[in-house]
């Protein structure tokens, strides 16, 4: 019996490790691992180009350009900084300084049509107080109606006095 379950154990095992060779047969064939080598090779001389012309553009933007192309004193290159940081916020303050100009020919229109908004919204107020007094009334004039109707049923009904 022992034996029986020790074979048939090793059935299984053997049946697994088939079926784990027909499944990633496919992988370690030579034909798709030559495949395979050539996209790693292509991938891997990509990236050495890339590295190249990283290491290029490196050397490129460390080597000060000014020496090149402006005969400025080497003592100067600071405030050539500074000056290139103020002209930075110059532009940006220019553009919203140009819009502001650009809306001044509006600002009239603007204006008049805020005047008519005020005028629409005091309207609007002064219609909101009226209807305000008006349900103020109703109401009490609905409590007198409601008295009057109980002290009317209360007389009528059961012949009894309020007094």
């Known amino acids: 019996m022992a034996n029986m379950r020790a074979?048939?154990?090793?059935?299984?095992?053997?049946?697994?490790?088939?079926?784990?060779?027909?499944e990633v047969a496919d992988i370690v064939h030579p034909f798709y691992l030559g495949k395979?080598?050539?996209?790693?090779?292509?991938?891997?001389?990509?990236l050495e180009a890339v590295l190249k012309e990283k290491k290029a553009l490196r050397k490129r933007l460390v080597m000060s350009r000014c020496q090149e192309t402006l005969p400025i004193d080497a003592a100067?290159?600071?405030?050539?900084?500074?000056?290139?940081?103020?002209?930075?916020?110059?532009?940006e303050k220019?553009?919203?300084?140009?819009?502001?100009?650009?809306?001044?020919p509006q600002i009239p229109n603007i204006m008049k049509n805020m005047d008519t908004a005020l005028t629409k919204t005091e309207l609007l107020v002064m219609d909101l107080e009226e209807l305000a007094d008006q349900i103020l009334k109703w109401g009490?004039?609905?409590?007198?109606?409601?008295?009057?109707?109980?002290?009317?049923?209360?007389g009528f009904d059961f012949g009894l006095s309020l007094t």
């Open 7 to 22: 074979e048939i154990t090793e059935k299984k095992l053997k049946a697994e490790i088939l079926q784990l060779e027909k």
């Open 94 to 104: 220019l553009e919203s300084h140009l819009q502001t100009v650009r809306t001044m």
């Open 36 to 46: 395979k080598c050539e996209i790693l090779q292509d991938m891997n001389r990509h």
């Open 76 to 91: 100067f290159h600071r405030y050539i900084v500074e000056l290139l940081n103020e002209a930075v916020t110059f532009i």
């Open 140 to 154: 009490e004039w609905q409590k007198e109606v409601y008295s009057d109707s109980i002290c009317n049923t209360a």
